[in-house]
């Protein structure tokens, strides 16, 4: 049964902890990303990586931490520096195939984060 | 810098009506444009995409418009149906050149859909 998990499904953090978010996949995606979904703001992308042991900045990675040691995992740390942490986080994952073809990318169900 | 905006932010339909969301967008470098599906709770899922080259594509009840000198695309469903009842992003992607195929999402749009 392939997909993507995401845990926990429900996280509460205490103002100045740091706090990560599993996701890992088994459909053997080279491609993995992390999104940020806010009411009204649609998704926004944090941080992505193509292949293992590689990862870049998406357009709010400012307070998040990633790595990708394996093909299936890519978890991300919510640091203390991050200053509204409180939102629901997507990981993704898809095929890298390189330019041309559209590499759909498949959603996981998602870690609501709730800063106290 | 929002390069994709979408509308309504929210939208009730009854049943058996048609919903339609729009969608704009700035970079003329996009060229592809998915439309993606999420139900609460769960993560989003895509529904239908289209090429800046067709002007319509249908897949059952959904339908995207696509108007390339307006910069302009829309989502319609025909004979909605509770189970449509669900947030709907639009996107877009420029799947040539240096970029790996970033994804850039509308605001979304939360469709209900009434018995």
């Known amino acids: 049964d392939g997909g993507i998990t995401q845990s926990p499904k429900y996280l509460f953090r205490k103002e100045g902890q740091n706090v990560t978010l599993s996701c890992e996949q088994n459909l053997n995606h080279d491609a993995m990303y992390w999104y940020r979904q806010d009411p009204g703001q649609g998704l926004r992308l944090i941080y992505y990586?193509?292949?293992?042991?590689?990862?870049q900045k998406g357009d709010i990675a400012e307070g998040y931490s990633v790595s990708r040691e394996k093909k299936e995992s890519f978890p991300l740390t919510v640091t203390s520096a991050q200053k509204n942490p409180t939102a629901f986080y997507l990981c993704?994952?898809?095929?890298?195939?390189?330019?041309?073809?559209?590499?759909?990318?498949?959603f996981g169900p998602g870690t609501r984060l709730t800063v106290l | 810098q929002q390069q994709v905006k979408q509308s309504p932010q929210s939208l009730i339909v009854q049943k058996g009506g048609i919903s339609i969301i729009n969608c704009a967008y700035e970079n003329t470098a996009f060229d592809y444009f998915p439309w993606y599906q999420q139900f609460p709770g769960k993560g989003p899922a895509l529904l239908i995409a289209i090429r800046p080259d067709v002007s319509e594509k249908k897949e059952g009840r959904f339908t995207i418009s696509f108007n390339k000198s307006a910069k302009q695309f829309s989502l319609h469903i025909m004979d909605s149906q509770p189970g449509d009842s669900a947030t709907y992003f639009c996107?877009?992607?420029?799947?040539?050149?240096?970029?790996?195929?970033?994804?850039?999402f509308g605001q979304g749009t939360i469709l209900t859909v009434h018995p």
């Open positions: 993704a994952s898809s095929i890298y195939r390189g330019q041309g073809p559209y590499n759909e990318q498949f």
């Open positions: 996107a877009a992607v420029i799947r040539g050149g240096t970029s790996y195929g970033k994804l850039t």
């Open positions: 990586s193509q292949i293992v042991n590689d990862f």
